[in-house]
């Protein structure tokens, strides 16, 4: 029988470094975690491997390729699982793929027919909300539509028919929401296939829904009633709506300005990159009104990191949507979302005459063609733009 030198914590971590180790069960007790997961193979059985977590829970894994795709099957934690039996179902395991056999596939199949949708949500959520800003949004998505629907099937029995139906359902009333229902669909079942849950994606190149761009923009005789209402409602509400027109910044934006991102001697704020839409840094000229504002809001600040805080809590305000509503109500106009004050905005630069470079400055957008899709000019602008070229084209004296 081979004798067993008990290892130096120092030999431990050089011959762990390499990653790959003849494993007994001395050595895998003595491996020390890292901040990160990390893999340690052993040279007896190939394909077997110790995932160690950075709490130290040390969990046998199979690593094979099949069809060019590396696949990786939990066999069970160590010790609870001694290391000759994981020894054994690797060789098992490898085996059956020489044969033309795919236990991973099996495995996966077996679990994705227990595990329904509400089963991966949780972690899913977490996973939105360390990479995606918008998660709310895809949040809301699952709450209100496919949780009711899919959440309770599992996962090998929800089919593409399955998810078209929710698309065609929502679509009939709602065809973006039901286009971005379908995207985060997708989304949901790639992060199943990735972490093992199922094979397929059903949800993939499902039928969506033409889009029109949206073209509404402030009419110059809604204007008066809507700032008299604007002005009607209570601090700090008034301001903020007031800061979407002189920046035609978007309402996350306007509704998270924090102090020490505005530099009211220059005339300037700077959306975070981590609040920016583009992921981006990025400057906002301020208007003289935006500058005005600010200095009588900075008069009154009690200490608070944001221009518009919340009247309840210590975060920025939020519910700016219930306020509008309310707003748009008393001053009789309709079909105006608060994001069409940005598209005013553009429009309105356009028709100052200023070039597309200086409406994506204005706008924030790092990209001309970005800027283009606030820029909604009528034919009157297009008359009036043509007169005054005819006129200096004519024009004798």
Same mark, same amino acid.
């Given at each position: ?16 470094? !390499?990653? =790959? ?6 050595? $895998? ?26 709490? +130290? ?41 020489? $044969? ?8 996966? @199949? ?19 909300? =360390? ?9 809301? /998505?699952?709450?209100?539509?496919? +949780? ?22 929502? +679509? ?15 989304? $949901? ?18 039928? /969506? ?5 949206? &073209? /509404?923009?402030?009419?110059?005789? @809604? ?9 009607? @409602? ?32 220059? !005339? ?32 009154? =600040? ?34 105006? /979302? ?9 429009? !309105? ?21 970005? &800027?283009? &899709? ?8 297009? =008359?009036?733009?043509?007169?005054? &070229? ?8």
């Amino acid at each position: 029988m081979e004798k067993v030198l008990p290892l130096r914590p120092a030999a431990v971590s050089k011959r762990a470094a !390499a990653a =790959r180790l003849k494993f007994t069960e001395e050595i $895998l007790r003595s491996l020390p975690a890292h901040a990160s997961t990390r893999y340690v193979y052993d040279t007896v059985a190939p394909h077997l491997a110790v995932r160690i977590a950075p709490s +130290g829970v040390r969990t046998f894994v199979v690593v094979k390729k099949v069809h060019g795709k590396s696949q990786r099957v939990t066999l069970g934690r160590f010790p609870g699982l001694r290391l000759d039996e994981a020894r054994q179902a690797t060789r098992g395991l490898v085996g059956e793929l020489a $044969l033309g056999k795919n236990p991973i596939a099996a495995r996966k @199949e077996a679990r994705a027919r227990k595990t329904c949708l509400n089963d991966i949500w949780p972690a899913y959520l977490v996973h939105l909300e =360390r990479q995606n800003r918008t998660w709310a949004r895809d949040k809301e /998505r699952w709450e209100k539509h496919v +949780g009711p629907a899919l959440g309770r099937k599992a996962f090998l029995d929800i089919t593409r028919a399955d998810c078209q139906a929710l698309i065609d359902r929502v +679509g009939a009333t709602h065809a973006i929401a039901a286009n971005r229902i379908a995207a985060f669909l997708s989304a $949901l079942f790639s992060f199943a296939v990735r972490s093992g849950r199922t094979n397929t994606n059903p949800a993939k190149e499902l039928t /969506r829904f033409k889009e029109t761009a949206r &073209a /509404r923009i402030l009419q110059s005789h @809604e204007l008066p009633a809507l700032l008299d209402e604007i002005d009607a @409602e209570p601090e700090p509400w008034a301001s903020v709506f007031k800061m979407l027109l002189y920046t035609g910044a978007r309402r996350g934006s306007v509704a998270g300005m924090r102090w020490s991102d505005i530099d009211l001697n220059a !005339a300037l704020w700077t959306i975070p990159a981590d609040a920016a839409k583009n992921k981006t840094a990025t400057p906002v000229p301020l208007t003289a009104p935006a500058v005005a504002l600010l200095q009588q809001r900075l008069s009154q =600040r009690a200490g608070e990191q944001w221009v518009f805080p919340s009247p309840t809590g210590s975060s920025h305000l939020i519910g700016l949507p219930k306020v509008w509503a309310r707003i748009l109500r008393r001053a009789s106009i309709t079909n105006l /979302r608060i994001h069409d004050i940005r598209r005013s905005v553009g429009t !309105a630069l356009a028709r100052t005459g200023a070039s597309p470079h200086v409406i994506a400055k204005g706008l924030g957008h790092r990209s001309i063609a970005s &800027a283009k &899709a606030y820029v909604q000019l009528t034919g009157e602008d297009a =008359r009036a733009a043509m007169t005054l &070229a005819v006129d200096t084209l004519v024009s004798r004296s």
